[in-house]
């Protein structure tokens, strides 16, 4: 069996479309540290706003995560209810 792996670059965002709803909580925890490692303080998880499942498996991961000082809805003009901005403890 031959595994394809994702390179995603790191930034202050990350767009989950892409993703299917089983690999978001594996991708979350790379990409939260990898962004505690850079610095970052704060960064926007777009998961959409559909029926909300995506969001739903954001959110339940992000109250779990050690990584993670707080996590909030998006405002208007960042993606509303479709995107979580997510406050990240400093390492």
């Known amino acids: 069996m031959t595994f394809m792996v994702k390179r995603i670059p790191i930034?202050?965002?990350i767009d989950l479309h892409t993703f299917s709803p089983g690999?978001?909580?594996s991708l979350l925890e790379e990409y939260l540290?990898?962004?505690?490692?850079?610095?970052?303080?704060?960064v926007r998880i777009i998961h959409g706003k559909g029926k909300g499942v995506q969001r739903n498996i954001v959110h339940s991961f992000l109250e779990k995560s050690p990584l993670i000082d707080s996590f909030r809805m998006a405002p208007p003009e960042a993606g509303s209810w479709g995107a979580?901005?997510?406050?990240?403890?400093q390492a």
């Open 84 to 89: 979580t901005i997510v406050t990240i403890k």
């Open 33 to 42: 540290l990898e962004c505690q490692k850079k610095g970052f303080k704060e």
């Open 23 to 25: 690999e978001i909580p």
């Open 11 to 13: 930034e202050d965002w």
